[in-house]
């Protein structure tokens, strides 16, 4: 998640001390106890502690567990980045996002204080068992660095060829982003921090879809294109945010905050209008499900 510290986890393994008698009539105190015995009260206490502390920031990574996926072609980003006395560039380097998942949830994540891209999966079924024995996710999941109109593209595909179409969620990061492409079934998609071009796809093949939420403090200018089933739509997007739009859902909610829209025809279910000016247009449509966006 933007602005947190290192990912901590913290794991609880189970005691196999088989208890002593206690015999009847005496209490037990915990000075009676060995101290073997008091550790995992301490342990526990300990974690009172800190689990409150740390659910706040770790509320994103705590919902896509699993393990790291390997990128291929990481190393030609790495390597462009010059010998290692050079001096660092305040300009944080732009990833074109593409992510294709058959079934399971997508969440991703512009967080300027990471160097490279980074790639985490869970798939549910037979291949989560699989992968804690070996210590990697399946080699259908999938994520390769390639170069797309010039801009280093985060690429990740997660379809289980076996065709069970088993489920697999998805934690994306990337420094920033050009564009973010998504398509989706059968899950929530989450954006945070994005910029640049979006496209969003969710449940379009099977009807299934899920909730998107996509909050950025960035102006959306380069245009949009999400379409959703079944699902609720949530967009926040930054000030400046500029563009054509026009939006229908089950129910639609637009507010835009010290923006005059031009041209606007609305009613409950659409949307119509021009928000700012030099802006690529944004078109949303939300088969079964509500629309609210926000521009703040």
Wanted: charged residues 20%.
């Amino acid at each position: 998640m933007v602005g947190c510290g290192p990912d901590l986890s913290v794991q609880v393994y189970k005691h196999n001390h088989q208890p002593r008698p206690v015999r009847r009539g005496y209490p037990v105190s915990m000075m009676t106890l060995p101290r073997v015995a008091l550790l995992p009260v301490a342990a526990l206490a300990l974690i009172g502690l800190l689990v409150p502390a740390l659910s706040g920031c770790t509320a994103t990574k705590r919902r896509v567990l699993g393990r790291t996926v390997a990128i291929a072609n990481v190393e030609s980003v790495v390597s462009e980045r010059g010998p290692v006395n050079a001096p660092v560039s305040k300009v944080v380097p732009l990833f074109g996002v593409i992510v294709e998942n058959a079934n399971g949830s997508v969440i991703v994540i512009a967080d300027p204080s990471v160097n490279v891209p980074e790639v985490r999966a869970k798939v549910y079924g037979l291949d989560d068992r699989e992968s804690r024995r070996s210590g990697t996710v399946p080699a259908w999941v999938a994520a390769s660095i390639e170069k797309y109109d010039n801009v280093n593209t985060l690429q990740v595909l997660a379809a289980d060829p076996n065709g069970e179409n088993r489920s697999v969620d998805l934690r994306v990061v990337v420094p920033a982003t050009a564009f973010v492409n998504v398509n989706n079934s059968g899950g929530n998609i989450e954006i945070t921090g994005i910029g640049g071009n979006l496209q969003l796809s969710n449940g379009l093949a099977d009807g299934r879809g899920g909730r998107v939420h996509v909050r950025t403090d960035k102006a959306m200018k380069d245009g949009a294109l999400i379409r959703v089933r079944n699902g609720d739509v949530s967009l926040t997007f930054g000030k400046g945010t500029a563009g054509k739009l026009d939006a229908k859902g089950r129910s639609v909610n637009i507010r835009t905050d010290g923006i005059t829209p031009k041209g606007v025809v609305a009613d409950t279910d659409s949307y119509q209008g021009e928000l700012g000016s030099l802006g690529k247009d944004m078109i949303i449509r939300v088969v079964d499900g509500k629309l609210t966006l926000l521009v703040e």
